[in-house]
């Protein structure tokens, strides 16, 4: 069965600076990846996915993710966070077989702070 | 883009009655989901829905769950008699395909169960 580790619960970055939200699954096929953002009072929207190739993906507002198979990690990063970058990150893998099952982590609060 | 609507987003339901989540998903979707997610917890798959058919449900789908999309209306998602567990955000979801396509959430309707 799939799982999914974000072992920080809670993230707090300056504006400007770098940002690298972790995140760990498990799974013994080839797994769909996904990040996803949730804003306070709004549903989840979906920042980037990696199904295969190029194992570095580009999102939207400036995010990217890293697929490392070896270390089974699929780290998300961004170069220089703003305040409005402020909400819950959760990272998903899918198998690829099965109807969008996503499982999920537990999420990452992040709190941009001036 | 897309939206998935959820209503109500806040519901207060004796213990033993029945409560019925409505969701409106984006209109030419074919997948359709339920998510569960305790205060403080993941959100975990609760059960997929395809051509008038659960395709897959988790052990969180107890048999006092029920899903149904009656002609072509409202996804929805009964739960028959409820209980104070039962107590969780409820997210809908939607995606035109199945394993590698774009999934669509809604904001969640917060079931309280008194």
């Known amino acids: 069965a799939q799982s999914v580790t974000q072992p920080d619960a809670r993230v707090t970055v300056s504006e400007g600076a770098s940002l690298q939200l972790r995140c760990k699954y498990s799974y013994s096929g080839t797994p769909y990846l996904f990040w996803y953002v949730q804003y306070p009072r709004q549903g989840l929207q979906l920042l980037l996915k990696?199904?295969?190739?190029?194992?570095v993906v580009q999102g939207v507002n400036g995010f990217e993710a890293e697929f490392i198979k070896s270390n089974s990690s699929f780290h998300l990063r961004k170069a220089s966070v703003h305040w409005s970058d402020s909400a819950v990150y959760f990272c998903a893998v899918s198998a690829s077989s099965s109807f969008s099952k996503l499982v999920f982590g537990q999420g990452t609060s992040l709190s941009v702070v001036p | 883009g897309p939206k998935v609507l959820q209503i109500p987003s806040h519901q207060i339901i004796d213990m033993g009655q029945m409560v019925t989540l409505n969701c409106d998903p984006v209109?030419?979707?074919?997948?359709f989901y339920w998510y569960k997610q305790i205060l403080g917890q993941q959100m975990e798959f609760l059960v997929n829905?395809?051509?008038?058919?659960?395709?897959?449900k988790s052990k969180l789908f107890k048999d006092q769950f029920s899903v149904e999309r009656p002609d072509g209306s409202y996804f929805t998602l009964k739960i028959q008699p409820t209980a104070l567990e039962d107590s969780a955000v409820y997210f809908c979801?939607?995606?035109?395909?199945?394993?590698?396509?774009?999934?669509?959430f809604g904001k969640g309707t917060r079931l309280t169960v008194v």
């Open positions: 829905f395809y051509n008038g058919k659960v395709m897959e």
């Open positions: 979801a939607s995606s035109f395909g199945g394993a590698n396509t774009e999934v669509f």
């Open positions: 990696y199904y295969s190739g190029d194992p």
């Open positions: 209109s030419n979707h074919l997948y």
